[in-house]
């Protein structure tokens, strides 16, 4: 010991801990613990000793050290309400949170005026989900120190989270006004503006709150957190990697980061950096979260149950994700009864959830009277929903409960607010568009595709099948026609393509540079993706719609692979984008006219695909022809593979396989014709498209057949809103 120190044995109790509290408070370790340690020699589990000792071993980042002293200390007859809460909080950065809110309540229940207590019981029941009682907290907090600015951050918290965001960001800003360089506070202001839609500021006030505390996870995360929610996975990548740079071990980070790489197709990696998340922290919900999701994307549809299983048993915020997560999965792999449960399980426990009830409308057929419509209206009262994502979603879900009952009148109503709040968030110039389609075409002139111009086939060169068209066109029935087929492979929406092409640069200009080494290259890379997804089948069916923008490099690039594109009546077919609300972002789909003018620029391009690709590997199928006579072109879909008919793709609907796509629901059903001339029968709901389509006559034009009832072919199954790929 220090020789300013007395002698231990010539000391008292009070004086040792005294000098040990001065000695810590000077910075001086060593000579606090030994004196600590006289005391506990002299008195076993002395509760200020063992507290000093518990503070010390967390300053020096050994937790559960830290906590095992604060235990003994805190089981003292009359311990201090202070040790309680400093117990419960460092539960808390352990993620026991049940020990956590247990400490936090006997703190609070010893001393109803310490504000540290109610403050951390606060956090710790809004980590729990316990939102309305953290509320509770938080607001006691501030009502007994108004001045302190972590308190008033803290409640702007757990208001966000209750989806009160003017609220949330009113107590941000005081936080911000009673200290201007307060790094959290910017940062949850950061995520604020990101659920608010605005990106821009959010990343603006994650960087102030970076420079002033250049290790301060939360920013990074709410940085990249603004750059995902606009599409930028590469930029969500980078803000996260530079958090993980000097916190590898950052479970939120690795949670984030596993979502891009979901997005980019890196399946493998994605699990990977999962995987590390739920290894640093079993129980944290928010880890098993990202894991099913990966897992989900793989296609291990029971691996993912089994991660958002026992997620569901889990304290924390990600109980609702889980649960909402597990009926998606069910619901792309076709159980729909098991779905439906299960996202009626979620309204139960959180009648809010605006992902259940969106998806619970696609699920179901509605009927007149259902009280699920009025809970769902009443989410857009005052009061209800703020988060213009969610009030979007909800808008499209009512639109397609109210067309499902025949009040059309309001389901259109809902229709046109959920596209015009969707458009004001997208940033599309239709001129711009259309400068670019036109200029595809000009790249591609028919001299384009001499086969000396094409790249070499390699062994599997035919493998893959890539299915065009505009989104809801009837793509997901043609693949899953062909996917019933026993040596053709369902790939669903592959965004390879497009990725694989983006890296190159600007498209159509990279053409320029593009010779037969290139146009190899490019077809080699995007094998190597799908081949491990094929299992070993002939064909492998990539069903991105937009990948019609690429025929003609795919026909360069990959001369033995086949294109189906895949045609519907426009009306149809922009008002079945216009009434779906895509998870991928389609920007030409949320303004009628548009829509119809992207219509136009897309069939301009098709034309030409028509009149320059080569006839025996370019096929068009039209969703009228297939749905009224569906064996004679099952049939030609099959042959134009190169394969031997096979009797059960004529009973499609019955394979069980994963489907990911906007058509999930109904390409499980027999073929159904009650969507051919539907926008015949809503023509006056549609005039800004129609004019833009140039069929007008629909508003005037008769239909004797408009009420027919729509004719099935084999079983007739649950009703269906729509069901069209």
Known sequence: MNNTSPPQQQISMEQALAQAHAHWNAGQADQAERLC?????????????SHLMGL?????????????????????????????????????QAGRLADAEAAGRRAIAIDHTLVAGWNNLGIILQEAGKLDESLTCLEQVVMLKPEYAEAQNNLGNTLKRLGRLDDARRHYEAALQLVPTYAEALSNLSNLLTDLGQQDLAVRYARQAIDINPRLADAYINAAAAEQSRGNDEETLRWIDKLLSFQPQHVGALVVRSVPLRRLERLEEALDTARRAATFAPDNGEALVAMGEALQALGRTADALAAYDKATKLPGLALEKALVNRGICLMEVGERDAARAAFEQVLASFPRSVAAWFNLADLVTFKAGDPAIASMAALLTPGGIEVPGDRIALHFALGKALLDTGETDGAFRHFAEGNRLKRATINYNPDDVSGWLQAISAAFPASAFDPSGFAEAGADADLPVFVVGMPRSGTTLVEQVLATHSQVQGGGELSTLSQLVGRLGPYPAILERMGPAELAGLSEQYLSRVRPQANGRRRFVDKMPSNFFYAGLIARAMPQSRII???????????????????????????????????????????????VLPPDRFLE??????????????????????????????????????????????????????SVGRARRLAPYLAPLLAALGTQELLTASAPDAEAKPRRTARKPKAASEPVA
């Not at 216009?578 to 620029?601: A, C, N, P, S, V």
């Not at 969703?623 to 793709?649: H, K």
Request: aromatic share 10%; hydrophobic share 40%; with cysteine.
């Open 565 to 611: 594109h895949v045609r519907r009546n426009p009306a149809d077919t922009c008002l079945s984008c216009y009434t779906k609300l895509f998870t991928r972002e389609q920007q030409f789909t949320y303004d009628l006219t548009e829509l119809g003018r992207f219509h136009g620029d897309y069939e301009q391009l098709m034309a030409h695909w028509r009149a």
């Open 56 to 92: 010390m071993a967390h300053a020096y980042g050994n937790l559960p050290v830290a906590i095992d002293h604060l235990q003994r200390a805190c089981q003292a007859p009359r311990v201090p309400a202070t040790y309680l809460s400093n117990l419960a909080e460092m539960c808390r």
């Open 37 to 49: 340690q006289h005391v506990l020699a002299i008195w076993p589990g002395q509760s200020d000793a």
């Open 621 to 674: 199928i039209d969703y009228e022809a297939l749905v009224s006579d569906f064996e004679p072109q099952a049939r030609r879909l099959i042959a134009f593979l190169g394969l031997e008919w096979e009797p059960a793709c004529l009973e499609f609907h019955k394979t069980r396989r994963i489907i990911r796509t906007a058509s999930v629901n109904q390409a499980r059903e027999p073929i159904f014709t009650g």
